[in-house]
C-alpha cells in the first residue's frame, strides 16, 4: 500500500466532516495513461460512512474518464491553494496537464488509478456506487474506499466558493457540541 509523505489514514466514519462545511473540491481522474483535475464546488455528504455526492457535468473532459473508469479522487485544497485551484476549473485537461501547469503534485492511491494531490491536506479514494443521476443532472454518487490527512497542510482550513467568483475562508467556530444531545456519536 502506498501511503503518501505526510498523509495518515482517515477514518471513513469520519469522511463527512470533511465534506459537511461545503468545501470547494479539485477531483482527480485518471484514464490509465494521463491523470487530470477539475474544480468541483456542487458536492456534499450523502450518508455517513463515506457516500458522497457531486456534480460533474458532460461540458468536463474528466466527465468521460470519470464515466469509462467509476474512480476518482475527491482533493481538499486549502485556503492558500485558492489560486491554483480556480485556474483548474478554467481550463481542460484536453489543452494542458494541469499538474505541471499549477505546481500540484501526483502521488499513488492505493486503490482507484486517479492520484492523490499531495499540495491538499486531504484526499480521499473514491469509486462510483450510483450513476442513475448523471444524465439528468450530472449527479454522481460516490463511495469513499480510502481517506488521508494531513494536518499541516491545513492552513487556513478549506475554500468556499460564493458562487461568482469570490471565495470565503473559514471564520471564527461556533462550538455547540453541547446542544447535540441527540447525536452523541458526531461529536466524539
Ligand atoms: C470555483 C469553481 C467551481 C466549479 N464547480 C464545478 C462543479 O461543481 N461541477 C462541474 O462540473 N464543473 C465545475 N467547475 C468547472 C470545471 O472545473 C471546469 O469545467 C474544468 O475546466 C473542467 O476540467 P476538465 O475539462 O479538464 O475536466 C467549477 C469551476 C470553478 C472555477
Not at 499531495?118 to 469509486?127: G, S, Y
Not at 462550538?175 to 441527540?182: A, E, N, S
Request: charged fraction near 20%; include cysteine.
Amino acid at each position: 500500500m502506498a501511503v503518501p509523505n505526510g498523509f495518515i489514514a482517515y477514518p471513513l466514519s469520519k469522511v463527512h466532516r470533511l465534506i459537511e462545511p461545503g468545501p470547494v473540491l479539485m477531483i482527480s481522474t485518471s484514464d490509465g495513461k494521463q491523470a487530470n483535475l477539475m474544480t468541483n464546488g456542487f458536492n456534499m455528504p450523502v450518508r455517513h460512512g463515506g457516500l458522497i455526492g457531486f456534480v460533474l457535468g458532460p461540458w468536463d473532459y474528466s466527465f468521460e474518464v470519470l464515466r469509462d473508469t467509476g474512480e476518482c479522487v475527491i482533493a481538499f485544497p486549502s485556503a492558500e491553494l485558492a489560486q491554483q485551484v480556480v485556474d483548474v476549473g478554467n481550463i481542460s485537461g484536453v489543452e494542458t496537464d494541469k499538474w505541471a501547469q499549477f505546481g500540484l503534485t501526483p502521488a499513488e492511491s492505493t486503490s482507484v488509478a486517479a492520484p492523490l494531490v499531495v499540495e491538499c491536506f486531504a484526499n480521499i479514494e473514491c469509486r462510483v456506487v450510483d450513476d442513475q443521476l448523471v444524465e439528468d443532472y450530472g449527479l454522481w454518487i460516490v463511495q469513499a474506499e480510502h481517506a488521508w490527512l494531513d494536518e499541516s497542510k491545513r492552513g487556513a482550513g478549506e475554500i468556499h466558493h460564493r458562487g461568482d467568483g469570490t471565495f470565503s475562508e473559514n471564520g471564527d467556530h461556533i462550538d455547540l457540541r453541547y446542544r447535540m444531545t441527540k447525536w452523541p456519536s458526531l461529536i466524539d
